[in-house]
């Protein structure tokens, strides 16, 4: 603060002794006063000398007014005075500047003081956290001081903002705000928020600030609102400009079509305001934003494809065919419509068949192009309607070959009744003001900017000069008008003309060898461009030297060698006798060195302050930028380096034939490898419904057989003797002898089988006596098998009550239909009731005994109703009570489903663990059988107790067996 110190004792007019005094004193009472009410007089004190001692209530009270508002939030009436106070510290005021005389050292003190109060982020963060308070004496000071922190150090506040929680969020509240004064406030705050900050301005976009805005401006009129309305499209433009991503939401939220009601103004005369041709002039420039030849490339055609599809680009043209537009506006409109077209081939057809309303119509172009040639329209407009022709030529073939057509002697109106294109660039190419023949030299050379086939159209364009002279053409006649410059009288600048047609002949003779060789046939062009270039000029004829420089090296450098007398080597020769290669390639550089020079190369648009800084034109210095580099190689090679770089081309043209070629047989090969793979596909897909159709036939033959199959036994089973006669048949000659002792060891297999099964049976046993020293498995498998048996029996008598349920609620949802029906008709019958329609000629007494009679039906019909309803209420109640009973038990379902479930898995586990046992026992059992058999052949003795106890212990298992299987499940 020791700054503020010097400042404040450096001033020559500094407050009183008493003054200082009082201020110290309000400050101490703000820092010490316990009582709400002290504080708040002091701040208001302190507000009301803040604008006339600035500089010492900003160094002695600043640090008390941020505890204030740190500490007596629930006061909006001390928040407000602090708000207020700080606000005249930081503010610059205009009128107290003037008073003062100290415009400067206000500022800086603006400054300064912004600096102390940002030196702390928290304070912004305080400042922001104050703004959602609803309170007008809060929220539109601490708007207003939050705008003149950003206007004072903008960046630095701008990051602080970005940085802090929901910062940007709460300022895009203040566009809601109902009040109108902060609304508009909000506006500027956000423009000064926005300016010069990509995320910032990211964040504003997303927080639906286009909608907000977009429907601010069609609240107060649009073009016809005040000044809101223009603030309003600054903060867009300060979102859109140079902001690609905000530039494609945008677009991509359809908001390019809600800006076509602003230039819905139609051809009035009247009611142009000010405020107005403000609103409008920015509203086109924020059209411009959008299709700024600056932007991406796609971004732009994709909103000029969009301004053409709502209809933005044909309102613009009305306003540029209208009468009564000022024009500014015009102006304004012609640049807008230019970029709008501009290397768009829809939007630039459109524009082709735009006529102006005049009778007879009279297209747009060719209305335009009489105000450019026609010296007596304002500068700014010429220069606009040149843009837009420019722009109409852009990356436009199609356009190029219509403006040359109308100079072809074919396509010349022979009545003279109407004017065309060509012959209004002709006119003002050969008139005597020099601006004229600039802009139309340089439209002619647009119309022939990278499009050789109408470099050689323009060749057969022939004019007459003079009547009884034979027509000249109109590359001889810019060369003569060229020599001659000096000795015509012209208006304006005295090199405009000379540099517009040099401009002209570069561009048209470049990458065109035919256009060389006639600009070297006519021999006096030659020499005047030699003598040019070898003259020593003052530094106003230099620029003119350079570009004649250039047109002799353009001459040189696309010289086919057709004319003997001029092929390249010839005129090298020339160069170097005459002017000197060194000199000549300085002569050539003063077109790059030319100030004005990097000025038209910067923009495509030709905006100059005045007619004399009209020189250079964009597209021309691209075109010098290429050529430049090439020309000075040009000049310094041999002949035999030049004959060299003609057999590389040669060898390179006959090797891009042979590429093409290859390219060509590449071409073929791919598209027969495309037959071939469709022809593949259809194969595989004719392969697939054959298989297809063999699975069906092979299904079928199988179950033909089961058919067969199955009739064949059918048939067996009917005729038995049939079927055993047929068997005897069958067995080849087998006696029945031998079919009586097959049939002996079929029983005596049987009879193995049922001692087999017998053993099993011990062999269960076994197994369950085993079960039982473990857990008693079988108890558990009983209860399970019971559990299950009652599940499936509880399970079947809740589907039971379920089904009646369900047929009793289908019952009483019919009766509830019908009761409504029912009642729908007695509600019609109570309406048609209720308005008896008088008779002519009742009586009094009759027409009162009908109403009596009515109202008693109409009562009894009501008590009916309400009955209904009752009944119908109690209904519904029955039927939600049968809903809940019936989800109950569907979940008691459930619930049992489960519980079987896990039963099911658990009889499962126990069965395969007696699988197991029986696998053991089994092989157990051998294990014995083999010991015993090995005892008997060693001659060892078998006790037959031991058998006989064993025999006795199988019946046991046996008994025991028999036992648990009548105690198995119920």
Same mark, same amino acid.
């Given at each position: 603060?020791?700054f503020?110190?010097g400042?404040?004792g450096?001033?020559?007019?500094?407050?009183?002794?008493?003054?200082?005094?009082?201020?110290?004193?309000?400050c101490?009472?703000v820092?010490s006063?316990?009582?709400?009410?002290?504080?708040r007089n002091a701040?208001r004190?302190?507000?009301?000398?803040?604008?006339k001692?600035?500089l010492e209530v900003g160094?002695?009270?600043?640090?008390h007014?941020?505890?204030v508002l740190?500490?007596?939030?629930?006061d909006s009436?001390?928040?407000?005075?602090?708000?207020?106070?700080?606000?005249?510290?930081i503010s610059?005021?205009e009128?107290e500047?003037?008073e003062e005389?100290?415009?400067?050292q206000?500022?800086?003190?603006?400054?300064?003081?912004?600096?102390?109060?940002?030196?702390?982020p928290?304070?912004?963060?305080l400042?922001?956290s104050l703004?959602?308070?609803?309170d007008?004496?809060?929220?539109?000071?601490?708007v207003?001081l939050?705008?003149?922190l950003l206007?004072?150090l903008?960046p630095?506040?701008q990051?602080i903002?970005?940085?802090?929680?929901?910062?940007v969020?709460?300022?895009?509240d203040?566009l809601?705000?109902?009040r109108e004064?902060?609304r508009n406030?909000?506006?500027?705050l956000?423009?000064a928020?926005?300016?010069?900050?990509?995320?910032?301005?990211k964040?504003?976009?997303?927080?639906?600030a286009f909608?907000r805005?977009?429907?601010i401006?069609t609240?107060?009129?649009?073009?016809?609102?005040?000044?809101?309305v223009?603030d309003c499209l600054?903060?867009?433009?300060?979102?859109?400009?140079?902001?690609n991503s905000?530039?494609n939401?945008?677009?991509?939220g359809?908001?390019?079509q809600?800006?076509?009601?602003w230039?819905d103004?139609?051809?009035?005369?009247s009611g142009w305001?000010a405020?107005?041709?403000?609103n409008l002039?920015?509203?086109?420039?924020?059209v411009?934003?959008?299709?700024s030849p600056?932007?991406?490339?796609?971004?732009?055609?994709?909103?000029q494809?969009?301004m053409?599809?709502?209809?933005?680009?044909?309102?613009l043209?009305?306003?540029l065919?209208?009468?009564?537009?000022?024009?500014?506006?015009?102006?304004?409109t012609?640049?807008?419509?230019?970029e709008?077209?501009r290397?768009?081939?829809?939007?630039q057809?459109?524009?082709?068949?735009?006529?102006?309303p005049?009778n007879?119509?009279r297209?747009?172009?060719?209305v335009l192009?009489?105000?450019?040639?026609?010296?007596r329209?304002?500068?700014v407009?010429?220069?606009?309607?040149?843009?837009c022709?420019?722009?109409?030529?852009y990356?436009?073939?199609k356009?190029q070959g219509?403006?040359v057509?109308?100079?072809?002697?074919?396509?010349?109106?022979?009545?003279?009744?109407?004017v065309?294109?060509?012959?209004?660039?002709?006119?003002?190419?050969f008139?005597?003001?020099s601006l004229?023949?600039w802009?139309a030299?340089v439209a002619?050379a647009?119309a022939?900017?990278?499009n050789?086939?109408q470099?050689?159209?323009?060749l057969?364009?022939?004019?007459a000069?003079?009547?009884?002279?034979?027509?000249?053409?109109?590359?001889q006649?810019c060369?003569n008008?060229?020599?001659?410059?000096?000795?015509?009288?012209?208006?304006?600048?005295?090199?405009?003309t000379?540099v517009?047609?040099?401009m002209?002949?570069?561009t048209?003779?470049?990458?065109?060898?035919?256009?060389?060789?006639?600009?070297?046939?006519?021999s006096a062009?030659?020499?005047?461009?030699t003598?040019?270039?070898?003259?020593?000029l003052?530094?106003?004829?230099?620029?003119?030297?350079?570009?004649?420089?250039?047109?002799?090296?353009i001459?040189?450098?696309?010289?086919?060698n057709s004319?003997?007398?001029y092929?390249k080597e010839?005129?090298?020769?020339l160069?170097?006798?005459?002017i000197?290669?060194?000199?000549?390639?300085?002569?050539l550089?003063?077109?790059s060195?030319?100030?004005?020079?990097?000025?038209?190369?910067q923009?495509?648009?030709?905006n100059?302050?005045?007619?004399?800084?009209?020189?250079f034109?964009?597209e021309?210095?691209?075109l010098?930028?290429?050529l430049?580099?090439?020309?000075?190689k040009?000049?310094?090679?041999?002949?035999?380096e030049?004959k060299k770089e003609?057999?590389?081309?040669?060898?390179?043209?006959q090797?891009?034939s042979?590429v093409?070629?290859?390219?060509n047989?590449i071409?073929?090969?791919?598209?027969?490898?495309?037959?071939?793979?469709q022809?593949?596909s259809?194969?595989?897909?004719?392969?697939?419904?054959l298989q297809t159709a063999?699975?069906?036939q092979?299904?079928?033959i199988?179950q033909h057989?089961?058919?067969?199959n199955?009739?064949?036994?059918?048939l067996?089973?009917d005729?038995?003797h049939?079927?055993s006669?047929?068997?005897?048949?069958q067995?080849?000659g087998i006696q029945?002898?031998?079919?009586?002792?097959?049939?002996?060891?079929?029983?005596?297999l049987?009879?193995?089988?049922?001692l087999l099964q017998?053993q099993?049976a011990e062999k269960d046993?076994?197994?369950?006596?085993?079960?039982?020293s473990q857990?008693?498995?079988?108890?558990? !498998? %009983?209860?399970? *098998?019971t559990? $299950?048996?009652q599940?499936s029996? @509880?399970i079947?008598?809740? #589907?039971? /009550?379920?089904?009646?349920?369900?047929?009793?609620?289908n019952s009483?949802?019919?009766?509830?239909?019908?009761?409504q029906?029912?009642?729908?008709?007695?509600?019609q019958?109570t309406?048609?009731?209720a308005?008896?329609?008088?008779?002519?000629?009742?009586?009094?007494?009759v027409a009162?005994?009908k109403?009596?009679?009515?109202?008693g039906r109409?009562s009894?019909l009501?008590q009916e109703t309400?009955e209904?309803k009752?009944e119908?209420?109690a209904?519904?109640?029955?039927?939600a009570a049968i809903k !809940? %009973?019936l989800? *109950?038990s569907? $979940?008691t379902?459930?619930?049992l @489903?489960?519980?079987?479930? #896990?039963? /099911?898995v658990?009889?499962?586990?126990?069965?395969k663990?007696?699988?197991?046992?029986?696998?053991?026992l089994?092989?157990q059992?051998?294990?014995?059988?083999?010991?015993?058999?090995?005892?008997?052949?060693?001659?060892?003795?078998?006790?037959?107790?031991?058998?006989l106890?064993?025999?006795d212990?199988d019946?046991?298992?046996?008994?025991?067996e028999?036992?648990g299987?009548?105690q198995g499940?119920?």
């Amino acid at each position: 603060m020791n700054f503020l110190r010097g400042v404040m004792g450096g001033q020559s007019a500094g407050p009183q002794h008493t003054e200082a005094e009082t201020i110290q004193k309000l400050c101490d009472r703000v820092a010490s006063s316990t009582l709400l009410d002290d504080r708040r007089n002091a701040v208001r004190a302190l507000k009301s000398l803040s604008k006339k001692y600035r500089l010492e209530v900003g160094i002695q009270a600043m640090e008390h007014l941020i505890h204030v508002l740190q500490t007596d939030r629930s006061d909006s009436e001390i928040i407000g005075y602090a708000l207020d106070t700080l606000y005249n510290i930081i503010s610059n005021d205009e009128e107290e500047e003037v008073e003062e005389n100290s415009t400067r050292q206000s500022e800086d003190l603006g400054s300064q003081f912004t600096e102390i109060f940002i030196k702390q982020p928290e304070n912004v963060t305080l400042l922001l956290s104050l703004l959602e308070e609803f309170d007008f004496h809060v929220r539109w000071p601490g708007v207003k001081l939050l705008t003149s922190l950003l206007k004072q150090l903008g960046p630095q506040v701008q990051q602080i903002i970005l940085v802090s929680p929901m910062g940007v969020s709460r300022l895009m509240d203040l566009l809601a705000d109902s009040r109108e004064v902060i609304r508009n406030d909000g506006v500027l705050l956000l423009q000064a928020l926005t300016r010069s900050n990509g995320a910032i301005q990211k964040i504003v976009a997303f927080e639906n600030a286009f909608e907000r805005l977009l429907d601010i401006i069609t609240e107060e009129g649009n073009s016809d609102g005040g000044i809101v309305v223009e603030d309003c499209l600054i903060l867009l433009q300060n979102l859109l400009k140079n902001n690609n991503s905000n530039q494609n939401f945008f677009k991509e939220g359809s908001y390019i079509q809600r800006m076509k009601p602003w230039f819905d103004v139609g051809d009035e005369n009247s009611g142009w305001s000010a405020q107005k041709v403000t609103n409008l002039h920015v509203m086109l420039q924020l059209v411009r934003v959008l299709v700024s030849p600056t932007n991406p490339p796609g971004a732009t055609s994709s909103c000029q494809k969009a301004m053409f599809q709502c209809g933005l680009l044909q309102q613009l043209c009305t306003i540029l065919m209208a009468t009564g537009v000022p024009a500014d506006i015009l102006t304004e409109t012609i640049n807008t419509v230019s970029e709008v077209i501009r290397g768009h081939q829809v939007n630039q057809d459109y524009f082709a068949s735009v006529n102006a309303p005049s009778n007879p119509p009279r297209p747009a172009i060719v209305v335009l192009l009489m105000s450019m040639v026609n010296e007596r329209q304002p500068f700014v407009l010429r220069c606009a309607v040149l843009y837009c022709f420019q722009c109409f030529l852009y990356k436009n073939q199609k356009g190029q070959g219509e403006i040359v057509s109308t100079l072809l002697p074919s396509t010349i109106d022979a009545t003279g009744n109407s004017v065309s294109a060509g012959q209004l660039l002709c006119g003002g190419l050969f008139s005597t003001d020099s601006l004229s023949n600039w802009c139309a030299a340089v439209a002619l050379a647009h119309a022939l900017q990278e499009n050789a086939t109408q470099k050689e159209q323009l060749l057969r364009v022939q004019l007459a000069t003079s009547i009884g002279n034979p027509p000249v053409s109109l590359l001889q006649q810019c060369t003569n008008i060229l020599s001659q410059g000096d000795k015509i009288d012209r208006r304006g600048s005295k090199i405009q003309t000379r540099v517009g047609l040099l401009m002209l002949l570069c561009t048209w003779l470049s990458n065109c060898p035919i256009a060389v060789t006639h600009f070297l046939h006519n021999s006096a062009n030659v020499p005047f461009l030699t003598g040019q270039i070898a003259e020593n000029l003052g530094e106003e004829e230099q620029l003119v030297q350079g570009l004649c420089a250039l047109l002799l090296g353009i001459s040189i450098y696309f010289n086919d060698n057709s004319l003997e007398s001029y092929m390249k080597e010839k005129l090298k020769q020339l160069i170097e006798k005459r002017i000197g290669k060194e000199n000549f390639i300085e002569k050539l550089g003063f077109i790059s060195k030319h100030e004005l020079y990097s000025r038209a190369s910067q923009k495509p648009q030709p905006n100059f302050p005045s007619p004399e800084y009209m020189i250079f034109d964009h597209e021309f210095t691209k075109l010098v930028k290429e050529l430049e580099g090439v020309i000075t190689k040009a000049i310094y090679k041999s002949s035999e380096e030049d004959k060299k770089e003609e057999e590389v081309k040669k060898t390179l043209e006959q090797h891009d034939s042979i590429v093409t070629h290859y390219k060509n047989m590449i071409r073929e090969q791919d598209l027969q490898l495309e037959e071939l793979k469709q022809q593949i596909s259809t194969l595989k897909c004719q392969n697939e419904q054959l298989q297809t159709a063999v699975t069906q036939q092979v299904s079928q033959i199988q179950q033909h057989k089961d058919q067969y199959n199955l009739l064949k036994v059918q048939l067996g089973k009917d005729n038995p003797h049939q079927g055993s006669y047929s068997d005897t048949t069958q067995m080849n000659g087998i006696q029945p002898e031998e079919v009586g002792r097959l049939r002996e060891e079929i029983k005596e297999l049987k009879s193995n089988q049922e001692l087999l099964q017998s053993q099993l049976a011990e062999k269960d046993s076994l197994i369950e006596n085993l079960k039982s020293s473990q857990a008693s498995p079988g108890t558990n !498998e %009983q209860s399970s *098998a019971t559990a $299950s048996a009652q599940d499936s029996e @509880q399970i079947t008598e809740l #589907k039971q /009550e379920l089904a009646t349920l369900k047929s009793q609620l289908n019952s009483q949802s019919v009766e509830i239909t019908k009761l409504q029906t029912e009642k729908q008709e007695l509600l019609q019958k109570t309406a048609t009731f209720a308005k008896p329609a008088p008779v002519p000629g009742e009586s009094e007494a009759v027409a009162a005994a009908k109403t009596t009679d009515v109202e008693g039906r109409l009562s009894a019909l009501l008590q009916e109703t309400k009955e209904l309803k009752n009944e119908i209420k109690a209904l519904s109640e029955e039927r939600a009570a049968i809903k !809940e %009973q019936l989800d *109950a038990s569907n $979940s008691t379902i459930a619930i049992l @489903q489960n519980e079987k479930n #896990k039963l /099911e898995v658990d009889v499962t586990d126990s069965k395969k663990e007696q699988d197991d046992l029986l696998v053991l026992l089994a092989d157990q059992d051998q294990k014995i059988f083999s010991l015993k058999n090995k005892l008997k052949e060693l001659g060892h003795p078998v006790e037959e107790e031991d058998e006989l106890e064993s025999g006795d212990q199988d019946d046991e298992e046996d008994e025991d067996e028999d036992n648990g299987k009548d105690q198995g499940p119920i």
